[in-house]
Nanobody
Framework: QVQLVESGGGLVQAGDSLRLACVTSRETFSSHPLGWFRQPPGKEREFVAAISWRTEYTIYGASVKGRFTISRDNATNTVYLQMDSLSPEDTAVYYC????????????????WGQGTQVTVSS
């Protein structure tokens, strides 16, 4: 059973920063690419960022590139999403995901999902 537990969401103002964290097991962390997705109110879930498990290669969605940074901490089995220059358009439930395959982790067909954490950005 793969578990992903997100934390770090909250209410912030436009221009602020926030860091999300996702903890998983050592087995999952050391063998699966990990990613972040978000689902704004009334919209479909969209890809935000992903990081590979072997080389720590990263990739970002167009709407967050240059503002968000994904990283991983091998000592704590945690993947982070640093979000800077937040705007109200970033308001969404943010989900952590894992999948055995690099291509699939960039899509909503990823195999494993956390329960999500709410991020609200006020103007």
């Amino acid at each position: 059973q793969v578990q992903l537990v997100e934390s770090g969401g909250g209410l912030v103002q436009a221009g602020d920063s926030l860091r999300l964290a996702c903890v998983t097991s050592r087995e999952t962390f050391s063998s699966h690419p990990l990613g972040w997705f978000r689902q704004p109110p009334g919209k479909e879930r969209e890809f935000v960022a992903a990081i590979s498990w072997r080389t720590e290669y990263t990739i970002y969605g167009a709407s967050v590139k240059g503002r968000f940074t994904i990283s991983r901490d091998n000592a704590t089995n945690t993947v982070y999403l640093q979000m800077d220059s937040l705007s109200p358009e970033d308001t969404a439930v943010y989900y952590c995901a894992a999948d055995p395959h690099w291509v699939t982790i960039q899509t909503t067909k990823a195999r494993y999902w956390g329960q999500g954490t709410q991020v609200t950005v006020s103007s």
